[in-house]
């Protein structure tokens, strides 16, 4: 959900978005199982799967997608993203994270590592671009952060409702190996949702994108994400790891609304980690 905040091109937008451990060996966790369909402008244009080990300690994710049809004239038409870390007090301590993207002209890879939410390494083959108007990354906005894929977990402190006000209301710090941002969410309420493997409530949160660095402010996509207020996540429980995982992403973009619906969203509790 937070790398479609960024980029703003159909091409970072609809694939890094999909995509959506340390100290997990040996844990119980629940292995979660979804896929994703992709839509733009009401017209299927991708399917992504994910599948993730998850416990109240530990999270290992990977992720695959693939876009199609018309699509592929102005996107990556593959990728493959994974990441992984700990849970603790109720925060994301990201680990690793690594995506790939391609479609028939090039290749990217990223991998990045982190340790106490903080950036020890970047690797991008081949490297981006850099742009003079483009707003410096500065050491301190490595700090304190989590990487896109930790940003789809969703973890729950105490004996609140996984279902409710504070599934929502947060602020996720992102560094996706280039940009550094905010992807800010509130409470909108709840919805019923039924797809294979669950039927149940999730909760709904309206998202807005905050740039920090790495994003070239001039631009009118920049502008135009900044100023968005027609983004939104529908987040569904993981009981027994007491985490939330995004069910439904809808992001209005400068061509058309995007949507990322699961169509399986499934979980085997109390298997042995890896």
């Not at 004239?73 to 690594?98: F, M």
């Not at 290749?107 to 590592?113: I, K």
């Not at 710090?173 to 669950?198: A, H, M, N």
């Not at 987040?235 to 939330?244: D, Y």
Request: net charge positive.
């Amino acid at each position: 959900m937070p790398a479609l905040m960024h980029g703003f091109s159909i091409s970072r937008l609809a694939m890094t978005l999909v995509f959506l451990a340390a100290g997990a060996a040996g844990a119980r966790a629940d292995v979660w199982r979804a896929t994703y369909s992709v839509s733009l402008l009401g017209l299927p244009i991708g399917t992504a799967g994910i599948v993730g080990d998850i416990s109240r300690s530990a999270y290992r994710i990977e992720a695959n997608a693939k876009l199609s049809g018309l699509a592929t004239l102005v996107a990556n038409s593959r990728g493959a993203a994974s990441g992984a870390g700990a849970i603790a007090g109720g925060r994301i301590l990201p680990a690793t994270y690594a995506v790939t993207a391609a479609n028939a002209t090039m290749t990217r890879t990223m991998r990045m590592s982190l340790s106490g939410s903080a950036v020890t390494g970047v690797d991008i083959s081949p490297p981006f671009e850099d742009k003079p108007d483009r707003v410096p990354v500065r050491e301190q906005d490595k700090r304190g952060v989590i990487d896109p894929v930790g940003a789809f977990v969703f973890p729950m402190q105490g004996v609140e409702p996984l279902v409710g006000p504070a599934a929502c209301n947060r602020t996720l710090p992102v560094f996706d190996g280039w940009t550094r941002f905010d992807v800010r969410l509130s409470y909108v309420g709840q919805r019923r949702v039924t797809t294979t493997g669950y039927s149940g409530p999730v909760a709904v949160c309206a998202v807005r994108y905050v740039p920090i660095a790495g994003h070239r402010p001039d631009r009118p996509g920049t502008k135009f994400m900044t100023e968005n207020k027609n983004m939104e996540v529908w987040l569904a429980p993981i009981e027994s790891a007491r985490v939330l995982m995004p069910y439904r992403i809808s992001v209005r973009t400068m061509i058309g609304t995007a949507v990322i619906e699961a169509s399986e969203f499934s979980v085997q509790t109390g298997v042995a980690g890896k």
